[in-house]
């Protein structure tokens, strides 16, 4: 499996993104795909997360009731819905495919390349 993740850019506070996650690979549609983001200096932390039919989420407590995350298995794609952003949102945004529903960095086997979600004051 291949991520791309895109979608990123400069916001102010209260603005919205939509980042996206596309994936290549067969057996995309049957993995659970995590959003996770690394400010600078500050380790890499869990976003959100959504199981293989998109029925099942979860969020960091910093991202409940403004992020949402989705799925379209016919187009191999995850969305990360951002509204509401803060400066404390500043970071680079990766997806992630693993088996396993964890919230857990160390559970993810495929990376993409990260995308840069910068939010103004």
């Known amino acids: 499996v291949q991520l791309q993740a895109s979608g990123g850019g400069l916001v102010r506070t209260g603005g919205s993104l939509r980042l996206s996650c596309a994936a290549s690979?067969?057996?995309?549609?049957?993995?659970?795909v995590g959003w996770f983001r690394q400010a600078p200096g500050k380790e890499r932390e869990f976003v959100a997360i959504?199981?293989?039919?998109?029925?099942?989420?979860d969020y960091a407590d910093s991202a409940k009731g403004r992020f949402t995350i989705s799925r379209d298995n016919h187009r191999n794609t995850v969305y990360l819905e951002m509204n509401s952003l803060k400066p404390d949102d500043t970071a680079v945004y990766y997806c992630?495919?693993?088996?396993?529903?964890?919230?857990?960095?160390?559970?993810?086997?495929?990376w993409g390349q990260g995308t840069l979600v910068t939010v103004s004051s």
């Open positions: 690979g067969r057996t995309f549609s049957s993995r659970v």
């Open positions: 992630a495919a693993s088996s396993s529903y964890s919230s857990s960095s160390r559970e993810y086997d495929y």
């Open positions: 959504i199981n293989w039919s998109g029925y099942t989420t």
